[in-house]
Antibody, heavy 120, light 107 residues
Framework: QVQLKESGPGLVKPSETLSLNCTVS????????WSWIRQSPGKGLEWIGY???????DYNPSLKGRVTISVGTSNNQFSLKLTSLTAADTAVYYC??????????????WGQGTLVSVSS | DIQMTQSPSSLSASVGDRVTITCRAS??????LCWYQQKPGKPPNLLIY???NLHSGVPSRFSGSGSGTDFTLTINNLQPEDFAVYYC?????????FGQGTRLEMK
């Protein structure tokens, strides 16, 4: 059973950079796309961006310029960096795996989510 | 960006009922449409992909249909564990946007 787990700070100050990691168990990054999604009361579910295991990335234009997704230090980790934080970035952040093309790239496995609050 | 609009925003129903939730895309997405169920404090859980294909382990009382811009999720014989929030999401091209959600409540 594939499992994903987010880790990182729960509280970040405005204007600072958020760094989150996603650790994947019972799978490696190979062969799949991996995404970060966030959920806030005001904006619902928002796709942040994806990483393909080769390092290819794509980001939501609404966050472009502030977001970087990259492979972690091991083949079962990837990370999210979001700069210039404001209160609007307060949300639960999820990492998730995309299924294959036969599953139409649906998000078939999700982490439990980590709440990030932006406040001084 | 492709906008996804769900209706209704909330819905009251009883155990044993049949309910339908609709999702409309702002432009054609073929059948690149997924449905998720989310319960409080939990991540979304994939129910249906490719508009009508049941994800592994999902009960057969859930079904999906549609293509192009208009899609539906139907739940037959509602069970107590089905009361949750449901989201549609397109996977046609980035950015992958979600609907605003439909809250299914017990009557």
């Amino acid at each position: 059973q594939v499992q994903l787990k987010e880790s990182g700070p729960g509280l970040v100050k405005p204007s600072e950079t958020l760094s989150l990691n996603c650790t994947v168990s019972s799978d490696s990054l190979s062969g799949h796309y991996w995404s970060w999604i966030r959920q806030s009361p005001g904006k619902g579910l928002e796709w942040i961006g994806y990483l393909y295991y080769t390092g290819i990335t794509d980001y939501n234009p609404s966050l472009k310029g502030r977001v970087t997704i990259s492979v972690g230090t091991s083949n079962n980790q990837f990370s999210l960096k979001l700069t210039s934080l404001t209160a609007a970035d307060t949300a639960v952040y999820y990492c998730a795996r995309h299924g294959t093309n036969k599953q139409y790239w649906s998000l078939d496995y999700w982490g439990q989510g980590t709440l990030v609050s932006v406040s001084s | 960006d492709i906008q996804m609009t769900q209706s209704p925003s909330s819905l009251s129903a009883s155990v044993g009922d049949r309910v339908t939730i609709t999702c409309r895309a702002s432009q054609t997405i073929s059948d690149y449409l997924c449905w998720y169920q989310q319960k409080p404090g939990k991540p979304p859980n994939l129910l249906i992909y490719a508009a009508s294909n049941l994800h592994s382990g999902v009960p057969s009382r859930f079904s999906g249909s549609g293509s192009g811009t208009d899609f539906t999720l139907t739940i037959n014989n509602l069970q107590p564990e089905d009361f949750a929030v449901y989201y549609c999401q397109h996977s046609y091209r980035a950015p992958y946007t979600f609907g605003q959600g439909t809250r299914l409540e017990m009557k």
